[in-house]
């Protein structure tokens, strides 16, 4: 089986977060193409149980896709819905602040 560059990546990757949104981005990506491979499922939920506190927005996601997974793994609309989900709060935590946000004139 080969393995996508994006998960290769979040292999290699020293900074456990961005290792985190990887995995994560795998999942979801998987989910919205209507199937998740279990072993990256379970990879993904070791990685944030291991560097994620439990009230960290990325854990609560994971948590809700793991928990919602069964009951919408043979639902393809389903899985596609809970992808988007998962994707959404990845893409939400990745940004970053600009660095002129304390601008009144800009940002009000």
Request: net charge negative; glycine share 2%; hydrophobic share 45%.
């Amino acid at each position: 089986m080969l393995v996508p560059i994006f998960l290769l990546v979040a292999l290699m990757t020293p900074d456990p977060i961005v290792a985190i949104h990887m995995q994560m981005f795998a999942v979801a990506m998987q989910a919205k193409s209507g199937e998740v491979d279990e072993a990256d499922l379970n990879a993904m939920n070791m990685k944030v149980a291991t560097e994620l506190e439990d009230d960290a927005e990325l854990s609560r996601a994971a948590r809700r896709f793991s928990e919602a997974y069964p009951m919408a793994r043979r639902d393809p609309r389903a899985l596609q819905i809970l992808g988007d989900d998962l994707l959404t709060i990845v893409q939400r935590h990745s940004r970053r602040d600009p660095p002129d946000i304390h601008r009144k004139d800009i940002y009000g």
